[in-house]
């Protein structure tokens, strides 16, 4: 067996027996069926049961507020009296069926509303978890002091550093493409089931999802090169979260445009595109004039590639050369 190959299979069997790691896993499963099973249910339609409840209550309702507006014609701006002004009252308060249809409402199971909704959530908690996942996996290894015994073994760091990123990543990409495909597969059967899966929805969905799948590898990634970078899981975690709750303050700030908001380019990459206020988009399109414009741009899935890319390749070199030439305690 190729000496790269056994390396690699030595780090896939460190990252399944690491504990915390083993707890992420699970959560990235348990926390989308908890979300899952929650939008079925807030989604299900009524029962005969619930319809016929519904269509008396109704009723009396309506005849409530009819005997109300009968007795007192003047509370609803009616001047009749008498049987004209039932007759006007009768004309004026809804039937039962739009008091049914208005006190009736319930949200429908659509595919591509979830995708916005809920499919955003289980999509940013998979990229957080996987996260997490990449740098405890490699952030135990300097916290113990093993990286120089792994050294010792195989001496070539850029193996190494190698083995350790395709492990860290294609794990994460595994599990998020797994996890999001049965998410919406479960969605699309009840949805189908329900009658309200329109063509090309699962599809979209599926692509969708493993959008999300390759931005929390990429996120697991991200975890993995900083921590082998600073060499600490606390800095890593410490510095993401700086980022991520001082990142959109400062930008806002300085008057920089949402644009460049780290927060909306990775929702350009879940959702395939994220609208931004733009002030620009506003000028272009006649801005200030009596006709009103929508000052909204986009930013496509393209764009945020190239943008968040960037980073993850600078700290990637970073931390890969690093690793390369500092010593190793």
Request: glycine share 8%; net charge negative.
């Amino acid at each position: 067996m190729n000496a790269y190959v056994r390396l690699l299979l030595v780090e896939v069997r460190r990252y399944l027996r690491r504990r915390a790691v083993q707890l992420l896993m699970a959560a990235c499963v348990a926390v989308p069926a908890f979300i899952g099973v929650v939008t079925i249910l807030n989604t299900q339609p009524p029962s005969d049961a619930d319809i016929a409840q519904l269509e008396r209550d109704a009723e009396m309702s309506r005849q409530s507020e009819l005997d109300y507006c009968t007795e007192n014609p003047t509370d609803w701006g009616i001047e009749a009296t008498g049987e004209d002004a039932a007759a006007a009252c009768a004309a004026q308060i809804p039937d039962a069926e739009e008091y049914a249809d208005e006190y009736g409402y319930y949200d429908t199971l659509r595919l591509r509303d979830e995708e916005s909704n809920s499919g955003v959530a289980v999509a940013s908690v998979l990229a957080i978890l996987l996260l997490l996942a990449g740098t405890t996996f490699t952030g135990h290894d300097w916290n113990s002091g093993s990286v120089s015994n792994q050294l010792l073994f195989e001496p070539r760091r850029t193996r190494v550093w190698t083995a350790k990123a395709l492990v860290a990543t294609g794990g994460a990409l595994l599990v998020a493409a797994v996890v999001m495909t049965a998410y919406w597969a479960v969605l699309g059967l009840v949805a189908g089931s329900r009658d309200t899966l329109a063509d090309g929805d699962l599809l979209h969905a599926f692509q969708m999802g493993w959008r999300s799948a390759g931005v929390a590898a990429a996120s697991a990634l991200l975890g993995f090169v900083l921590t082998m970078l600073f060499r600490s899981t606390v800095a890593t975690i410490g510095i993401l979260l700086g980022a991520s709750v001082a990142g959109s303050l400062l930008l806002a700030a300085v008057g920089i445009s949402e644009r460049w908001n780290p927060a909306v380019n990775l929702l350009a990459l879940i959702d395939n595109g994220a609208p931004y206020w733009s002030e620009d988009a506003c000028y272009d399109q006649g801005y200030g004039d009596e006709e009103y414009y929508d000052c909204e741009g986009v930013v496509t899935f393209g764009d945020a590639s190239l943008y968040l890319g960037s980073f993850l390749l600078v700290s990637g070199v970073a931390s890969f050369v690093s690793f390369g030439r500092c010593d190793v305690p």
